[in-house]
């Protein structure tokens, strides 16, 4: 018997599955598409899975409340350990969850974070990111490069655009400028999308160079502190790769500065603003830190540590600290809520705990 899909031909799946490992455009893309697919017939789990997670990455914005974001976030994981699990419980007694894991070679912390967000408190922000990611990966090794078209078209091959040149980028930055200046709260409008979408086409290397010598991250003759709020969102806005590369080429720079003369410098002290401004949102912070003993990274370690309310981190900072000489500050973790924030529930008049159309 022939399964129906919602696919026409076999090209559309492989497009499908570039889109979404592909840029933050590309990503924006593949969520219009399958919405389009929906209309045909029943997604595939797996692709609808691939949707909530992608969803969830791209909700994570500063605009939003991180409470909700956090939401995002535990309910796509906590759908992706469902749907995975459930369909492969056979029998009249449910299996262990960990078991079937193990059998579908599904990390056991998808397993354990499912338990954390739908019995206990929420995890933090840093952790589901990391997990978003890793659900992101898992599904692509489980079902993305397993699922390859049988037939290809006998279309030609995209021709792909070239990516943007060090000038383009330029003037993408003075465009995003010359719009945010007007009303750097306000949300992003269509010019503001567009040029994201064009700047997330760029080569991550290029748009990062750009950012550090084209005197984008530390301006001359003006104070970092007021232009980390018209650049940051920008490069939260284009991702991972973007902010963690250039958190990279920062913690690389002060590493290799000649320091009695930089720790005093105005440069050292906006690479400490950008680097408190990155550090939430590098996922690969802690290995970095941690593999350059150097005071100042003891005390982002430290940092990082309050954030995540990890004493595992302050340790680390510790241990650092006490090679390097640096002075920490307490272990003081950020406090973490536990409910939603927007307060109790209030009691209407005239309400009465009777079901509708019961007298």
Partial sequence: MQRLVVFKEPDEFEQLKRLFYGTYADQKRALALTKAYQVRGHLPASIHLTCLVVSALHNDVPQNDLYAIRQTYAMAIIRLVNEILDSAQVGRIAAPLHALARELKLPSSFVELRHAATHEDLPTIYLLRDMARRALDWLYDAYW????????????????????????????????????????????????????????????ASIVDVALKRNIVVPSGTSTASVIPLWGPLFVKLGSPVVESLFKSLVAARNEADWPSFETSDLHKSFDLWLDYLLPYALDAESLLTSHPRPWNALLLAKLANAEASPDVYQMAQEMAAVTGASLPPYEPAAVPTSNPTGPWKRVQNWSPRPLGVK
């Fill in 145 to 204: 490069a397993k699922n390859r078209p049988k037939r290809l078209s006998a279309e030609p091959e995209r021709v792909e655009p070239s990516p943007l040149t060090a000038d383009e980028i330029k003037n993408c930055f003075r465009s995003w400028r010359r719009i945010r200046r007007a009303d750097i709260n306000a949300p992003l409008d269509g010019s503001a999308t567009k040029l994201v979408e064009a700047l997330a086409g760029a080569d991550v």
